[in-house]
């Protein structure tokens, strides 16, 4: 079978060169890196609340950190991950149903993840500076 010809020339396991990108590719992709940034988040997060169990002057520090226009942005880039994550995570559950996977359907739900994900992000932003 070695030598056989065209086949020799083949990659052995698929490359991202090989494949066209698509939508539904890529919000699978943004899917695995918001995840990974939700880390980074939650440490924040973590840290924010020893914060506050250290005492006022600490978590006043904490507190005027992410109330900084650079903090600010930070956060809300947090919560554009955690949403979209979310978002990714309900369409990967509609497909473990054995739903979904029509490509009309594949492409409909690519294309709303990051609409919905922004839209929910500006939203929840504008609540919470509402209630503040």
Known sequence: MA???ASD?????????VYKP????????IHRVTGAALYFG????????VAA????EYFDFVNGLYG??????????YTWALLHHMIGGIRHFIWDTG????????EWMSKAAPVASVALTVAVWIIAYIVR
Do not use: D
């Open 22 to 29: 698509m939508l539904s590719m890529m919000m699978s992709i």
């Open 42 to 49: 939650t440490f924040l997060l973590v840290w924010w609340l």
């Open 68 to 77: 900084s226009w650079f903090g600010r942005i930070i956060l809300f880039g």
């Open 53 to 56: 169990a250290a005492g006022p």
């Open 3 to 5: 030598g056989t010809g």
């Open 99 to 106: 739903r979904g996977f029509e490509l009309e359907t594949v």
């Open 9 to 17: 020339r083949r990659p052995l396991s698929p490359h991202l060169q």
